[in-house]
T-cell receptor, first 118, second 109 residues
Framework: ETGVTQTPRHLVMGMTNKKSLKCEQH?????MYWYKQSAKKPLELMFV???????ENNSVPSRFSPECPNSSHLFLHLHTLQPEDSALYLC?????????????????FGEGSRLTVL | GQQVMQIPQYQHVQEGEDFTTYCNSS?????IQWYKQRPGGHPVFLIQ?????EVKKQKRLTFQFGEAKKNSSLHITATQTTDVGTYFC?????????FGDGTTLTVKP
């Protein structure tokens, strides 16, 4: 138990589907992240939210849409994905000590959501 | 942009042998962190190094941060089967963090 919970753990979707991944952290952290993990790129940062504001977006295609309604919850909305988007999506949180963007403390990762796009 | 290279990509050792993974950054870093990901698991934080030339130990694991703060290493003495997994370094500079591609360690009993 890392204090970061991701649902669903596994998701299979067609290219025309709309689905969402959910992340919840119980650690009182103020920064949350989405990472993509695949064989091609082991840990690829997608989005960073600090104090509920998006502070980093690493050229992620618009078919991925993040949402951070509060400091404890983070969503990744998925729409018209491609088979190459199949990967493990990891959520993480940290306590950001105020430096703009990124993190200053250790990252606590969730167990990930394994996504398969058919 | 900032690049963090990690070598080797894979390492196979006999149980009891030592293991080292190296992390090299194209730029000077503010700090570096190390994570371990067991097969089928998620990355777990091991340690953070901040000072130039810093050396930290955790039981059989020794972490070093280079004098120029551009490279780092993780050394495991006398590997055990519980050491298997992928070890990632993550370098931070100017508010941005970059993970290396990891070194996957397998240990033969």
């Amino acid at each position: 138990e890392t204090g970061v919970t991701q649902t669903p753990r596994h998701l299979v979707m067609g290219m025309t589907n709309k689905k969402s991944l959910k992340c919840e952290q119980h650690l009182g952290h103020n920064a949350m992240y989405w990472y993509k993990q695949s064989a091609k790129k082991p840990l690829e940062l997608m989005f960073v939210y600090s104090l509920e504001e998006r502070v980093e977006n690493n050229s992620v295609p618009s078919r991925f849409s993040p949402e951070c309604p509060n400091s404890s919850h983070l969503f990744l909305h998925l729409h018209t994905l491609q088979p190459e988007d199949s990967a493990l999506y990891l959520c993480a949180s940290s306590q950001d000590r105020g430096v703009a963007g990124g993190w200053t403390g250790e990252l606590f990762f969730g167990e990930g959501s394994r996504l398969t796009v058919l | 942009g900032q690049q963090v290279m990690q070598i080797p990509q894979y390492q196979h050792v006999q149980e009891g042998e030592d293991f080292t993974t190296y992390c090299n950054s194209s730029t000077t870093l503010s700090n570096i962190q190390w994570y371990k990901q067991r097969p089928g698991g998620h990355p777990v934080f091991l340690i953070q190094l901040v000072k130039s030339g810093e050396v930290k130990k955790q039981k059989r694991l020794t972490f070093q941060f280079g004098e120029a703060k551009k490279n780092s290493s993780l050394h495991i003495t006398a590997t055990q089967t519980t050491d298997v997994g992928t070890y990632f370094c993550a370098g931070r500079k100017a508010g941005k963090s970059t993970f290396g591609d990891g070194t996957t360690l397998t240990v033969k009993p």
